[in-house]
């Protein structure tokens, strides 16, 4: 009995671990990565470091950019992509048209 519960918790673990996007120094990052290996790797990030681009999981007491080192956060499956940023702009489009329309 136990060996099934645990087994149940492992793959139940894998299948709701976090993916994000990983890639080092490339134009299109289309690698995904599974961070359910490590729990506190909870974060995607998308960065830059001496020019080189980077993207992969990280933790949320690593996202600190400085002077050298440019990082961005997000949380959420893939939420690292280029293709994440369309929803944001149709979200600002449509808060702006509230705005537009109500004042």
């Known amino acids: 009995m136990f060996v ?37 790797f909870d974060r995607c990030y998308s ?5 080189v681009s980077q993207k992969a999981c990280i933790r949320k007491s690593d996202c600190v ?8 956060c997000c949380e959420g499956d893939l939420c690292n992509g280029s293709a994440s940023s369309g929803p944001a702009v149709v979200l600002l489009l449509l808060s702006s048209s509230i705005f537009t329309l109500f004042l």
């Open 4 to 40: 099934k519960a645990f087994l149940l918790l492992v793959g139940l673990s894998t299948a709701y671990s976090l993916k994000c996007y990983y890639c080092f120094g490339c134009d299109k990052c289309n690698n995904i990565m599974d961070c359910g290996s490590d729990p506190s």
């Open 65 to 72: 950019s400085n002077a050298e080192v440019h990082i961005s």
């Open 47 to 51: 960065g830059v470091s001496q020019g």
